[in-house]
């Protein structure tokens, strides 16, 4: 059974940093671009960052220069390095499988809240 195991939310105030990491488990995910979406209270889930098995990585301009994505293959984990947090950045962190075969099955762990507040 393939699952994807969020964990490091939690409260932080502006200018903090957080770990996300998730654990991924029962499938080879070398073959799956991995990614952080988000979903804040009334908006609709966003990307924030990927990265691909080769280890390239693409973020939303809103993370830019902030956020740090990462992966190790050998332990099928991702990583999400968050720091200069802002109020704007809370939300519902998930973790992504994208296949590259899209005829494959696409991932959700189950979320993880992030809060910024003062």
């Known amino acids: 059974q393939v699952q994807l195991v969020e964990f490091g939310g939690g409260l932080v105030q502006p200018g903090g940093s957080l770990r996300l990491s998730c654990a991924a488990s029962?499938?080879?995910?070398?073959?799956?671009?991995l990614a952080w979406y988000r979903q804040a209270p009334g908006k609709e889930r966003e990307s924030v960052a990927i990265i691909t098995s080769g280890g390239s990585s693409n973020y939303a301009d809103s993370v830019k220069g902030r956020f740090t994505i990462s992966r190790d293959n050998y332990k099928s984990m991702v990583y999400l390095q968050m720091n200069s947090l802002k109020p704007e950045d809370t939300a519902v962190y998930y973790c992504?499988?994208?296949?590259?075969?899209?005829?494959?099955?696409?991932?959700w762990g189950q979320g993880t809240q992030v809060t910024v507040f003062s």
């Open positions: 992504n499988a994208r296949p590259y075969d899209r005829s494959w099955q696409e991932y």
């Open positions: 029962g499938t080879n995910f070398a073959n799956y671009a």
